[in-house]
């Protein structure tokens, strides 16, 4: 007999932080982008993902992209660093910061002018997010999906209704059956089989 464990949580809390990290980084960069006269439109480009290493001697930095891609950004003397603290929309409160203040984990979005050419051009500027203040938005995103979020194991599946009963265990330790509408906008993502399920590799699902 096959079990199925599952987790169901309407908000999708990690989805939910690279949304938010990327919207604030967008909101950042809106600014920043604004044509300083009436017949200038300088356009962003870049790439957003995750430090995976740094090496200050060849003035570059290695970035994964949420779907795995290595991305190489070139860096130097006139590069911009930013750090977005936690919750913050604007650059207008970012802090400026130094090479050496960012770190193998941080968030990035490395960014050039349109038309530059990435593979060569050092990057205009970087708006960083931390380790850290990630760290701290994941513990509030579990929070959160502790006080309103249920896991445990399906017990039934009912199409009909389009329902799901999961056996889970309550605050006190005592087994309570949940029942979980499934409805259209409900998203539910399924981990492979063979994987330690990390959010980044779960695909859609259906009922």
């Given at each position: 007999?096959?079990?199925?464990?599952?987790?169901?949580?309407?908000?999708?809390?990690?989805?939910?932080?690279?949304?938010?990290?990327?919207?604030?980084?967008?909101?950042?960069?809106?600014?920043?982008?604004?044509?300083?006269?009436?017949?200038?439109?300088?356009?962003?480009?870049?790439?957003?993902?995750?430090?995976?290493?740094?090496?200050?001697?060849?003035?570059?930095?290695?970035?994964?992209?949420?779907?795995?891609?290595?991305?190489?950004?070139?860096?130097?003397?006139?590069?911009?660093?930013?750090?977005?603290?936690?919750?913050?929309?604007?650059?207008?409160?970012?802090?400026?910061?130094?090479?050496?203040?960012?770190?193998?984990?941080?968030?990035?979005?490395?960014?050039?002018?349109?038309g530059a050419d990435q593979k060569t051009t050092p990057a205009a500027q970087?708006?960083?997010?931390?380790?850290?203040?990630?760290?701290?938005?994941?513990?509030?995103?579990?929070?959160?999906?502790?006080?309103?979020?249920?896991?445990?194991?399906?017990?039934?599946?009912?199409p009909s209704t389009q329902e799901i009963t999961v056996s889970s265990k309550?605050?006190?330790?005592?087994?309570?059956?949940?029942?979980?509408?499934?409805?259209?906008?409900?998203?539910?993502?399924?981990?492979?089989?063979?994987?330690?399920?990390?959010?980044?590799?779960?695909?859609?699902?259906?009922?």
């Amino acid at each position: 007999m096959k079990i199925l464990q599952t987790h169901v949580d309407t908000t999708v809390r990690n989805s939910k932080l690279i949304n938010s990290i990327v919207i604030m980084m967008l909101a950042a960069f809106a600014a920043y982008a604004q044509p300083q006269t009436q017949t200038a439109t300088p356009q962003i480009s870049g790439v957003i993902g995750e430090v995976k290493n740094i090496d200050a001697t060849a003035n570059q930095l290695i970035v994964r992209a949420e779907n795995g891609v290595l991305s190489t950004v070139n860096i130097n003397d006139k590069t911009q660093y930013k750090r977005l603290p936690l919750g913050e929309k604007s650059l207008t409160k970012a802090e400026d910061i130094k090479l050496a203040d960012v770190g193998q984990g941080d968030r990035v979005w490395a960014r050039w002018r349109s038309g530059a050419d990435q593979k060569t051009t050092p990057a205009a500027q970087l708006v960083v997010m931390s380790k850290a203040d990630l760290a701290k938005k994941q513990e509030q995103e579990r929070a959160e999906w502790r006080r309103r979020g249920v896991s445990g194991i399906v017990s039934s599946v009912n199409p009909s209704t389009q329902e799901i009963t999961v056996s889970s265990k309550s605050l006190m330790g005592q087994a309570q059956a949940v029942i979980i509408p499934i409805t259209d906008k409900v998203l539910m993502r399924r981990y492979p089989h063979d994987s330690i399920p990390k959010y980044s590799e779960a695909k859609p699902a259906k009922l």
